[in-house]
């Protein structure tokens, strides 16, 4: 039941924010001074908001598995529409088109998870934190077990 309730909760903030992960952890400490390793951000994506240039972005990057929360630090609008732009880390010397696939000098609104909208310092730790020490992840997985089936009601 609150497995399939937090899945219905997930669901519905897909929805009403457009992004396909409302929620992010930051993992690196690139974006310091304005957002820390550990911070938790609230994303949206809505499709017809422009991308301009200071705004913190979440993209993703074909190759890379893990989504990267960097600045917009350039964008090339053409007559068509089309947007194309770069980013930066706010702690990186150089820009980021190092960490694009190969060839590729722009990013793409398709490649944006979302725009950072508000946060909450240091509560996503926790994930680092999890990832960083398996054995953790687990022996908290086995008190939450624990707990579940000693303090069932009767």
């Known amino acids: 039941m609150i497995v399939s309730s937090a899945l219905m909760i997930w669901k519905g903030l897909i929805v009403l924010t457009g992004s396909e992960s409302p929620i992010v952890v930051v993992l690196s400490g ?3 001074p304005a957002f820390h390793r550990g911070d938790l951000l609230f994303l949206t994506n809505f499709r017809e908001d422009p991308i301009r240039a200071g705004e913190i972005v979440v ?4 190759g890379r598995d893990i989504p990267i ?3 917009v630090i350039k964008v090339h609008e053409k007559d ?3 947007i194309k732009f770069l980013t930066k880390g706010d702690n990186n010397e150089v820009d980021d088109r190092g960490l694009y696939k190969e060839g590729q000098n ?3 609104k398709k490649d944006v998870v979302g725009r950072a909208r508000g946060f909450l310092p240091y509560v996503g ?3 680092i934190i999890m990832n960083d020490y398996p054995k953790f992840k687990y022996a908290l997985l086995a008190i939450m077990g624990a707990y579940v089936l000693l303090k069932r009601e009767s």
């Open 80 to 82: 068509n529409g089309d």
């Open 59 to 62: 993209f993703k990057v074909e």
């Open 106 to 108: 722009w990013l793409e």
């Open 69 to 71: 929360v960097h600045r």
């Open 30 to 32: 690139s974006m310091e």
């Open 125 to 127: 730790m926790v994930t």
